[in-house]
Structures are given as C-alpha cells and as structure tokens.
C-alpha cells in the first residue's frame, strides 16, 4: 500500500480542494447546475479512490488471508466491499 499511498493522499487532497470550492459556490449562490456539476465530479473522484483501495485490498490483504488458511475471513470482506460498492 505504501506505492500507492502517496497517490492516494494527493488525491484526496485534491478532492477536499474540490469540496471546499463547493462551500464556496454555495456560499456564493452560484448557479445550482454548475454546483451539481461540481457535486458529481466529486463523487466520481472518491469513487476512484475506493477503487483504488479496493483493487489494494484484494490483491494484497485478501490474497495474503488466503495463503494463511483464511478463506472465510477473505471471502467475508470479499462480499462486504461488493456490498458496500453496490450502495
């Protein structure tokens, strides 16, 4: 995770840069489609986020239970993430 923690850390950065500039149109009562338009571009930007953390997570945390015996344990978080991603 380390590779691409720093990646990650930029992003979110980024993301909460973007949030902020959203407080600001708000605050500014900026035209409601051009705050919506920010809105989505930010739920697309932590979508990719959770992708990334995701796509770690399988192949390193969920592949190291497996080799330890753990298949239950990594079949359990398996289904919670595609739960949790279906939301």
């Not at 590779?3 to 902020?20: D, S, T």
């Amino acid at each position: 995770m380390n590779k691409n923690k720093q990646r990650l850390v930029q992003r979110l950065k980024l993301i909460e840069g973007q949030v902020r500039g959203l407080q600001k149109m708000i605050e500014e009562e900026k035209y409601c489609i051009d705050v919506i338009t920010q809105t989505s571009a930010v739920k697309s930007a932590l979508s990719g986020v959770e992708d990334e953390l995701m796509s770690s997570h399988l192949s390193t945390c969920v592949i190291d239970q497996i080799k330890d015996g753990q298949e239950r344990k990594a079949i359990g978080e398996i289904i919670k993430v595609y739960s949790l991603k279906r939301k």
